[in-house]
């Protein structure tokens, strides 16, 4: 089924099928670790809403990231293609468009997924010298330790995607089992020690500490938190021609990671608030991480709290692998097309591994070079890796406005896959849709006010540099090399 797939999209398979559905589900679901990041990300919610907007913004955040899920499983199981969504596009957009659309698209989901790949490996590298100010207070926090945490953890991640690569889909089986019995590690300590708040501080206490003048933007800034940690679950189309009965498996392995880390998300969320104890205190632990001094407060051991820890840090280093082991392959996959430069170079599959070792290298290439602009400049690096979210987002968006305008105005031109979406399929794109809307706006505000250069959230103009830098190319490049996915 699988080769017959791939003739049928003009692809020769070039890639070893290694994964199964346990096998990518872990892969996937490691690359979200959505209540490990919750944790580790949690200030920023607490800061604008409170409670209030973390609880109820999960609930948003889930709801909406699992109707773009199966709307963009629908297509991936049709068209199961590392590609992923540049292919879909350059499939359903007007013939006049599609190329265009297409190249913009891959450019823009490249970057996005390099952005993302720095921004998981940032957070581990920083929680770790968070873990060392617990450890040791005497120790003083420097830009440029973490820099040098940041490469290792890139480097740790480019060894399992190389000369590890053949045993990663059971080493990710194994960190699936890792990040479930994780929770339970977490969860309990927090419940049998920590104390416990009323539920009236759970679900009505609200907080604006951001300096913003309304409440309601405040809020809603708050709930855009939970963004971040529902990304990458279409990382499963990505590694689509290295997934056994890939047109099965990729949808339903992208659902099941949405699913599992909502129900694990909103669980350890709820068991954070509920034993917070002083948030506002927690808020200023000299380690960063509200989550350590939330811990610390709950066990009363630096050595439990450490333990604790380590398993968020750990899972965002596995995070990291999986983001650049599907970041590597789009690379991959849009050089196929002729979509980058130096596409020969980039489509050249390794002999002995059977990965794309150069896109692999580049990635991390590139990655290294964003630590050097961190031990420069943190808002100069902050501004690239807000890209992640933005960049994503948009390249959700333009496949489900198409597939939507297709269901309304041509229907019988649609052909699906094994997953299909059925009479549900107007009402979860339009929902889909809604949701993106409103995410990119607000994705879009600073945390914090009144805006300073410090502080401004300069995602904004980086996506704007992306677009036109891919313009540029497309018009200097793309125009004449570029001619949709061959």
Known sequence: RDSAVMRGMGKKQLLDRRFGFVSIVGLTTTMLASWETIGLILHGGVRNGGPVALVYGFVVCFLG?????CSIAELASKYPTAGGQYHFIALLAPPRWKNFLSYMAGWISILAWQATTASCALIAATAIQGLIVLNH????????HGTLIFMLVILVSVLFNTI?????????????VIHVLGWFCCVIPLIMFAPQSPPSFVFTTFLNTGGWASNALSAQIGMITLAYPFCCWDGATHMAEEIEDAARIVPWS???TVILNGALGLGFLLTILFGAGDISAALDSPTGYPILAIFLDATRSTGATTAMATVLVAMLIFSTIGVMAAASRLAWAFARDRGLPFADWLAAIHPRWRIPANTIAAGAI???????????????FDAIVSLAVVALYSTYFLPTVLILYLRVRRPRVLRFGPFKLGRWGIAVNVVSIVYMAWATVLLLFPTVAPVTAANMNWAPVVYVVTVLGALMCWWRVGLKDYHGPL
């Open 65 to 69: 990231s699992l109707a773009t899920c």
């Open 137 to 144: 207070p005497s120790y003083t926090l420097e830009r440029w």
């Open 164 to 176: 590890l690569a053949r045993v990663l889909p059971f080493i990710e089986s194994c960190i699936l």
């Open 254 to 256: 992208m659902l099941t």
């Open 366 to 380: 590139a990655n290294l070079l964003l630590a050097a602009i961190h031990s420069v400049s943190r808002a100069a």
